[in-house]
């Protein structure tokens, strides 16, 4: 069965840090590009990061710098770390691997005071 799952969303201050896992079964991932999408109240699902199955990662402008994307090919695992998180980052978190129709439930992250 092929499943992407995504955990570790939550309630964070202001600055505080985050750390998002996804977990897939039924897919080759080590060969994959996985990528991390979110989506706000009222806006569209955007691009957070990507990560190539050699390693090489791209970034949207409004995380660089704060979040680090990172997979474990022995896990088929793929990891958002968060950090300085700011109120605008307030979204459902959504992993999915690149060039498939392959999406996870999605997490929510709120970062509230």
């Known amino acids: 069965q092929v499943q992407l799952v995504e955990s570790g969303g939550g309630l964070v201050q202001p600055g505080g840090s985050l750390s998002l896992s996804c977990a897939t079964t039924g897919i080759i991932f080590s060969i994959n590009s996985m990528g991390w999408y979110r989506q706000a109240p009222g806006k569209q699902r955007e691009l957070v990061a990507l990560i190539f199955s050699g390693g090489r990662t791209n970034y949207a402008d409004a995380v660089k710098g704060r979040f680090t994307i990172s997979r474990d090919n022995a896990k088929d695992t793929v990891y958002l770390q968060m950090n300085n998180l700011k109120p605008e980052d307030t979204a459902v978190y959504y992993c999915?691997?690149?060039?498939?129709?392959?999406w996870g439930q999605g997490t929510l992250v709120t970062i509230s005071s």
């Open positions: 999915h691997a690149e060039g498939l129709p392959l």
